[in-house]
């Protein structure tokens, strides 16, 4: 059975740092984070395929994603945060067959594994 587990997440005040890790249980190629806010869309943060990242604008420069194929392992560091981060953190991962690409933050795929979800809560 796929396994996607997600750690970190918690509460911060503003401009402050917290660490998503996701480990995995097979090997993905393509990875990557969203979030819900109650009453608003679920978003996607940040992603990366095959060593190529991509960003929503809300927080490029401010949340690098990483992962660590040895350890099946992705990682998104959230830095400067702000209260509008304030969400649901879920990871998503995809095989690269059929197909699975990432844009604007986005993981794009037919079929896409979740995490958890973990909470992530920024206070003004």
């Known amino acids: 059975q796929v396994q996607l587990v997600e750690s970190g997440g918690g509460s911060v005040q503003a401009g402050g740092s917290l660490r998503h890790s996701c480990a995995a249980s097979?090997?993905?190629?393509?990875m990557g984070w969203f979030r819900q806010a109650p009453g608003k869309e679920h978003e996607g943060v940040a992603s990366i395929r095959s060593g190529i990242t991509s960003y929503a604008e809300s927080v490029k420069g401010r949340f690098p994603i990483s992962k660590d194929n040895a350890k099946n392992t992705l990682y998104l560091q959230m830095n400067n945060l702000k209260p509008e981060d304030t969400a649901m953190y879920y990871c998503?991962?995809?095989?690269?067959?059929?197909?699975?690409?990432?844009?604007?933050?986005?993981?794009?795929?037919?079929?896409?594994?979740w995490g958890q979800g973990t909470q992530v809560t920024v206070s003004s």
């Open positions: 097979k090997y993905y190629y393509c």
């Open positions: 998503a991962a995809a095989s690269l067959l059929p197909w699975c690409t990432v844009e604007v933050g986005r993981l794009l795929a037919p079929r896409i594994d």
